[in-house]
């Protein structure tokens, strides 16, 4: 099949080929640069600039890659600046937890996952929130920490903080 348009991603001609999005049938257009790195972006971080534009792009599947780019990229800046239906943001989270690293576990070795409920097994102080979570807090709806498995994030205070994964107890 005769490919009809440049690179999605930076507009490039070199070596394009069509990409499936997964876990969707979507495909979009990729040249080989953005092929390249897409799963390791930070081995050509300048290139992925163009996501700047990319990022703005009415086609789902292509704001998908460009978020789990950034994702990638621990580029917070410009996820938060991305606009995106739910629906489209879940496909995007999709892909990112399929090549998921090492689990994140609790004190006692057990697997934690999003959502789950923890309790904190010991007092400690919150760098930059001038608050200390004390021991026995219960911490509801837990997140996972993008490329970090022994931190979780959840709220304690009001305060949507990291917590040492070791320092807690599922429960
Ligand atoms: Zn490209």
Wanted: aromatic share 6%; charged share 25%; proline share 3%.
């Amino acid at each position: 099949m005769a490919i009809d348009k440049n690179c999605e991603l930076c507009g490039s001609d070199n070596g394009l080929s069509e990409y499936k999005v997964e876990p969707k049938e979507d495909t979009i257009v990729m040249c080989e640069t953005c092929l390249a790195s897409v799963d390791t972006p930070a081995e050509n971080e300048t290139h992925w600039h163009c996501l700047n534009d990319a990022m703005w792009s009415e086609v789902p599947a292509v704001q998908v890659m460009a978020y789990r780019v950034y994702s990638r990229l621990g580029n917070q800046e410009q996820l938060d600046m991305m606009y995106m239906e739910d629906e489209v943001k879940a496909w995007a989270e999709q892909g990112l937890e399929a090549e998921n690293r090492e689990p994140t576990r609790d004190a006692n070795g057990t697997i934690l996952v999003e959502g789950d409920s923890v309790s904190i097994i010991k007092d400690l102080v919150v760098k930059g929130a001038g608050f200390t979570a004390k021991q026995g807090t219960t911490v509801k709806n837990i997140r996972m920490v993008q490329d970090d498995p022994t931190h979780i994030q959840g709220k304690v205070n009001g305060s949507t903080i990291f917590i040492i994964s070791a320092f807690l107890k599922k429960l």
